[in-house]
C-alpha cells in the first residue's frame, strides 16, 4: 500500500534518510538547489522520476504539493525496544514522548519536529484514539518524521507500567498540576506524557504517572497549545540534560 508525500523538505528528507520510495512525480520547469538534490539523490537510489502537470500533483496529494510528490509505503511504526536500543546506542538516558490522544495532525507533525530538534528517541501513541503517521503530519513534521521513531501501542498505561519497570519515570503534563517544570528533575530516564488538545491526560493515564508538572502561565490565557507545551518541555529537558549549545 502506497500513499503520496508531499512537499520538496519532505521529500527530500525521506531520500536522505534512505526511504524506499516507488517513484517521483516533479511539476515541469522547477529548479533550485533542493529540486538538484532531490534529483541527484532519486537518481542515485534509482528512483522512478517523472515530470508531470501540476494539475496531476493537485489530484495526488492536494493543493500544497509544491511541485513534487513521491510515492512511498505507509510510514512504517517502530517497537517500543526500537526507541529504548537508540537511547543505549546514543549512550544516553532515554528520553521519550508519549501522547495520550493527539488527533490533529498538525499537532502530531509540530511535536515530532521538536522532538527531532530536541534529542527525543521516539514518541509513543496510541493505536486508537489518536491521530497516526499521516500524509498530513508529514506535511507539518517537513522530514523530521523520518529521523524520529514513532511506536503505536494498544494500551498506554500498559506502556507506561513496561517504561516504569526498566527505570524510567513517567512525568505527566497538566495544567492542574502541583509543581511547576522548571523545579522538576528531567535528568532521570523519563518518558514525557501530554493529553489530547481538549481533554488533557486522562484519568487513567495520568494515574500512572510518578508525577505530575505544569508550565508557569503568567498572562490571561491559562493554558498552551499541547505541540506548543510539548516543545517548552522537551527543551527544558534538553536544557537540564546540559545538551543546549550557544
Known amino acids: 500500500m502506497t500513499e503520496p508525500l508531499a512537499g520538496r523538505n519532505q521529500v527530500r528528507e525521506a531520500l536522505r534518510a534512505g526511504r524506499p520510495l516507488h517513484k517521483l512525480f516533479l511539476a515541469p520547469h522547477l529548479e533550485g538547489r533542493i529540486i538538484t538534490e532531490i534529483v541527484n539523490l532519486a537518481r542515485q537510489q534509482g528512483v522512478p522520476l517523472q515530470r508531470v502537470d501540476r494539475t496531476v500533483l493537485d ?52 511535536i515530532l519536529r521538536s522532538a527531532e530538534a530536541a534529542g527525543v528517541h521516539g514518541v509513543i501513541i496510541p493505536r486508537r484514539r489518536g491521530v497516526g503517521l499521516t500524509a498530513a503530519v508529514a506535511r507539518t513534521a517537513a522530514g523530521a518524521q523520518e529521523y524520529v521513531p514513532v511506536a503505536r501501542v494498544t494500551n498506554l498505561a500498559r506502556t507506561l ?27 532521570l530516564p523519563l518518558v514525557l506524557v501530554l493529553g489530547s488538545e481538549g481533554r488533557g491526560l486522562s484519568h487513567l493515564v495520568r494515574s500512572y504517572c510518578d508525577l505530575t508538572v505544569r508550565l508557569p502561565m503568567r498572562g490571561r490565557i491559562n493554558s498552551l497549545n499541547v505541540a506548543s507545551a510539548a516543545t517548552v518541555l522537551m527543551y527544558e529537558v534538553l536544557r537540564q540534560r546540559g545538551r543546549v549549545r550557544s
Not at 100 to 110: Q, R, S, T, Y
Not at 164 to 187: L, S
Open 59 to 110: 489530484k495526488m496529494a492536494g493543493p500544497h504539493h509544491q511541485g513534487v510528490v513521491a510515492l512511498t509505503a505507509v510510514a512504517a511504526y517502530a517497537d517500543l525496544e526500537d526507541l529504548l536500543a537508540r537511547s543505549r546506542e546514543q549512550g544516553e538516558p532515554p528520553f521519550l514522548v508519549m501522547l495520550d490522544g493527539v488527533e490533529d495532525p498538525h499537532n502530531l507533525g509540530a
Open 161 to 187: 507500567t513496561e517504561l516504569k519497570d526498566q527505570g524510567i519515570w513517567a512525568v505527566g503534563a497538566a495544567g492542574d498540576a502541583p509543581q511547576e517544570a522548571y523545579a522538576a528533575d528531567f535528568t
